[in-house]
């Protein structure tokens, strides 16, 4: 199949560099899901262990798929993400139904959920303001930044991700100190936890903590852009998981440190609320603010990565070709923008835990076949000498066996508790499959 021009031209210097590439995955990693998801997790668990272990499940799963991601763009190095693995490992068409699943759902729903808990978490404390024009304004103002350059790209994310770890360390060492004395809460495992571990809720519960651990695969949606991808993508992808996971099991032992369940079940500002438990009600709102603020680097670190898929459809199909379209910077400009225009549609269009279950399902889909592409991978290429030097996952074959299998789990419940959402995902994926066969016809 023959393509259009891929974007070879840009510099070295107009290149991302492994710790702006690391920043993007940190920022589209910690975002939506840690500081809403404790809400739901403590209607069916009441456990402090059992809330702290599903963040270490989470946490552990993340990074076997973040090995196997690595191993991947380490064999396949070009942008794209899901697009381009399962282009390459299976057929066009599953390439082509991942990259339209990640453009449409797979990161402009994340995106939009961001926007609208840092809407919801500033307007708490300026009730004047609308939740959602907030959100509005920050998804334009953050589109129009990324589609200038890389520099002003890089600098806004690495600048919004360390200001995002100082902070959350901060108010952690803060708020375990401001307090007269922490919730009687043990976090040792007990007997009474094992019947908590193995039922329904944790597996559910997982669910929620699967998707506040969505992003680790960011930067191999940026593969062309960052400087000697083979070598500096496994230490990005796996190092920035790890700091992720230390960070949310500190945030959730601050949480139900400093504050009781029964204010917490069920709510989605648990952060603000822990605020206001630790520095009361000025400290609570300022808090509030600041933990608004910190959603500005996850909303910039996906609409740094999304619109790469975009240009990759850009570059293989005549249809899109004006999404290959870049700057003199080597920014796909146009991508950039109508991947600000879906985030701005599911804003207004839907609910947030609509989008929330819907973005879940189609990324489990995606990271699934891009994960058992592993296996393919090695069974084909095992005796080709051009990738003998590229990074292999340590352990083999457990990382990508247990990502399978939590995954599959995590569907299974999903089936049965919202088949409302799978259906439509099954949809999406059926008019991928048609949009494919129209683009076939237009040319490649």
């Known amino acids: 199949m023959d393509r259009l021009p891929k974007t070879d031209f840009i510099l070295q210097n107009e290149k991302f560099s492994p710790s702006t590439a690391a920043a993007i995955v940190v920022a589209n990693m910690i975002g939506t899901g840690v500081f809403t998801s404790l809400g739901y997790q403590l209607v069916g668990i009441r456990s402090g262990f059992a809330i702290l272990l599903l963040w270490v499940v989470g946490g552990v799963v993340a990074t076997c798929g973040a090995l196997c991601y690595a191993e991947l763009a380490a064999r396949l190095p070009r942008s794209g993400g899901e697009y381009n693995f399962l282009k390459q490992i299976y057929h066009p068409v599953a390439g082509f139904i991942s990259g339209w699943v990640s453009a449409t759902v797979g990161f402009a729903a994340p995106t939009a959920l961001a926007a609208i808990t840092f809407g919801t978490y500033l307007s708490s404390v300026f009730p004047v303001l609308s939740p959602l024009w907030l959100a509005t304004v920050l998804v334009v103002i953050v589109t129009l930044v990324h589609a200038t350059s890389h520099r002003n790209s890089a600098g806004l994310q690495t600048i919004f991700t360390a200001v995002k770890l ?265 008019s991928g499959s048609l949009l494919y066969l129209l683009a076939c016809r237009s040319g490649k």
């Open 166 to 430: 100082v902070i959350i360390l901060g108010f952690s060492i803060a708020a375990l100190n401001s307090v007269d004395a922490l919730q009687q809460i043990s976090f040792a495992p007990q007997v009474s936890d094992i019947p908590i571990v193995t039922g329904s809720a944790f597996a559910v519960s997982l669910i929620y903590v699967g998707y506040a651990y969505s992003g680790w695969n960011a930067a191999t949606y940026l593969t062309d852009e960052i400087e000697n991808p083979r070598r500096t993508l496994p230490l990005v992808l796996a190092g920035g998981t790890t700091v992720v996971m230390l960070c949310y099991l500190l945030l959730n032992y601050v949480f139900l440190a400093v504050a009781p369940m029964a204010a917490m079940e069920g709510k989605i500002e648990v952060g603000y609320i822990a605020a206001s438990y630790a520095f009361g009600e000025i400290g609570g709102a300022v808090m509030g603010v600041t933990l608004s603020l910190l959603l500005i680097s996850t909303v910039s670190a996906m609409i740094v990565a999304a619109p790469r898929v975009l240009q990759v459809l850009g570059e293989d199909f005549a249809m899109f070709r004006i999404l290959n379209r870049t700057n003199k910077h080597g920014i796909p400009a146009i991508a950039v923008y109508l991947q600000g225009a879906i985030t701005l549609v599911f804003m207004w269009s839907s609910s947030f835990e609509r989008i929330l279950v819907f973005s879940g399902v189609t990324m489990a889909l995606n990271t699934l076949f891009a994960v058992f592409g592993v296996f393919i991978l090695r069974r084909r290429d095992a005796d080709n000498e051009r990738d003998s030097d590229a990074f292999r996952i340590p352990l083999y074959p457990l990382p990508p066996i247990l990502f399978i299998l939590i995954t599959l789990l995590t569907l299974g419940y999903l089936v049965i508790e919202r088949p409302v959402e799978i259906l439509f995902s099954l949809g999406l994926i059926v």
